[in-house]
């Protein structure tokens, strides 16, 4: 994929899709264009959280040294009535607290408009913490405070984010943004240990040295902890608990953003979507109804604030160019009886063509598989651990990364084809998020 210098704010630049759909080019794009000398994020504003998540799976294939961040949006309508999941919220407040980590903020961060569109709590209350750790003096009352005061909910056991139990011996804690809960144990009002475990199988998986607690839903009520509690779409009253809001772009500065196909269209429908959902809640309201819902420009911004926004940003925009589309699209090797050997004879025909061919595979056994299929012996198949590997291999290199992505691509400009696990094992490839490519590369390097 063509790199693309970064212009002055104000003046966007473009680069081109072969295929607006494809999330594999969307996340290259997003790999040539990250500057890893910078300390700012690179911000890619997306369609929906469908394409974010599978744009996520593919980055920790192709640049598994990336940190890469998720800002979703709320998974309800706005003015409904009920609330966000706690597992929406806590990976935004992770989010946000990570932008406020000097030391190690994330790489990259993947967000829609109907996220960034959405004010967000003030800085001040995100970068609220406490710590737990082994050794550490721990009172029960006291901490079942905190995480009241932190919006935590206390329940019988944990789920998802934003949920503890503190029972005996044991608290578990979910704390958000994390993919496990924490399970601590203390006697004699020291805490002895925390490890992560699964909350099916209650079995832990590894044990962690430190954990620093963050408001769960968002918001830290220091006067009345309990106030509003359990009460659907208090959500969608922020503005009550915190009369200043803020954006994603208080929180930090970024190096460029790099807006998604059909960028302004998204804009401008998500802002009469709110407008009409405002309008809509405001004339169904009750008569029971004590108070009436905050009028839009106090929970989101609006098209207008939103290109003001931007217009101060290095930006980039992704379009779809024709010109630029595939002849030859990667085949779908599923759909044959031995995608294997197909894939090999589609590999040696790109290869006496000159070009470079990389393959993502999930699974240690599908390289031997594909050696025997090629006929070459193991060292003729060159193992990268990401794209910048690729880029410097010679015309006529195999080529094999060790992880999931989705459907490849062709770039006949610069000779490179690419093969998703998805082109090999259509619905069978993992679609569980980027600890699935996570997995599938530490299975590579035990394996070989």
Known sequence: MPSTKLKPASAPSELFLS?????????????????????????????SEAEIQAIRRDLATLALAMRVALFPPWDCLPYDRYSPTRAAMGERVATLASLLDAKRPPNVVLTTFDSIMQRVPPRSKVALSFELSPNQPVDMDDLALRLRTFGYRLDDRVDEPGEAVLRGYVVDIFPPGFAEPVRIEHQDGIIQSLRRYDPVSQRGTREIERLLNRPAPGWVDEAEPDRGRGEPGREHRLPEIYPALETLFDYSEFQAVVLGPEAQERMDAIADRTLNAYETRLS?????????????????????ETRAILARQSMLNLEFDENRASQSPVPAFSRERRPIVKLADWTKERVSDGYRVVVALSRPRDLERLRRALDVPSNAIRTVSGWREVEDAEPGTVAVLAGELSRGIIDPQRKIALVGTADILGSRAKTAGSAGASRAATEWTEAH
């Not at 264009?33 to 910078?38: G, K, L, P, Q």
């Not at 169904?284 to 207008?304: D, F, Q, V, W």
């Open 284 to 304: 169904m309201r009750s008569k029971h109804e004590e108070t009436r819902p905050l009028p839009p420009e106090r929970l989101y911004l609006g098209a207008g």
């Open 19 to 47: 295929d607006p759909d494809s999330t594999c080019e969307i996340s290259l794009h997003l790999v040539t264009t990250w500057n890893e000398r910078s300390k700012k994020p690179l911000l890619y504003v997306g369609r």
